[in-house]
């Protein structure tokens, strides 16, 4: 039987791999992936998959080429794949609807965030600090990995079956994310500290200091409105990866 090859590109990390231990093939800052196939749009077209909010990693497993762990990615690294996913298996050109109007992006034009390496002590640690503005508690965080969102929505489903009402996303990824206050890395200490002595806003503090240092794909796009030229994020909409053309 005649074996084919399937052409592939290398993907840069926004994180450029600095924040995986060394022996960790993601520190190399790069992942190779294929481009998209009918087996690839099987899985995008799997219900039970859509149903159960799995398609979109099943999809980035499946294109992935290099040796790695998917759930060791950062939040950050994986937009990037899955941008680059959009653009190997569709095109660069994606098409949405915005304010009433159809915009077209080049989504191969994006701009990686890189991680500022003077923001990282240690080269191959997810280990950050931060002191709280208001309260002047120092604490130490991560940022989420695919594991840790897993285990984030795990212990929500759990909550929420207890409390069909209950809505702890926010508190439950601060739980998770933060290693340590004031040194203690007392896991039952963190989960107390957030429920009962994280000042509210030194929670919304926290969360822009990471989203200003966390590596990412940049997602902005430029428009006009009456001659005036706005900014706004791309909407990830059903026709990211489900395009009508």
């Known amino acids: 039987m005649s074996e084919f090859k399937f052409p592939t590109e290398q993907v840069e990390l926004p994180s450029k791999g600095l924040i995986y231990p060394e022996d960790n093939p993601l ?86 965030k890189h991680i500022d390496e003077s923001n990282l002590p240690k080269k191959g640690v997810n280990r950050f600090t931060f002191t709280l503005p ?19 929505k795990a212990e929500i489903k759990g909550l929420q079956k207890i409390d069909k009402k209950a809505s702890p996303e926010l508190s439950t990824r601060l739980k998770y994310m933060i290693l340590s206050v004031n040194g203690d890395e007392d896991k039952k200490m963190i989960r107390e500290f957030v429920d009962n002595y994280m000042l509210a806003r030194d929670s919304k503090a926290l969360r822009n200091h990471i989203k200003d240092i966390q590596p990412d794909i940049d997602l902005k796009f430029n428009y006009e409105v009456d001659g005036v030229e706005e900014e706004a994020t791309i909407p990830i909409t059903v026709g990211f990866f489900w395009p009508d053309n």
């Open 27 to 112: 520190s190399s800052g790069v992942i190779e992936m294929k481009y998209m196939t009918a087996r690839e749009e099987d899985i995008l077209t799997n219900q039970n998959y859509i149903k159960d909010g799995t398609v979109i990693d099943r999809l980035l497993k499946s294109l992935i080429v290099s040796k790695i762990n998917y759930d060791d990615l950062i939040v950050g690294d994986r937009n990037a794949i899955m941008i680059a996913a959009r653009v190997l298996g569709y095109g660069k050109d994606y098409v949405f609807e915005y304010l009433g109007e159809e915009r077209v992006v080049d989504l191969s034009v994006l701009e990686p």
């Open 134 to 152: 208001s309260s002047g508690n120092v604490i130490e965080y991560k940022l989420l990995t695919g594991k840790d969102d897993k285990a984030i």
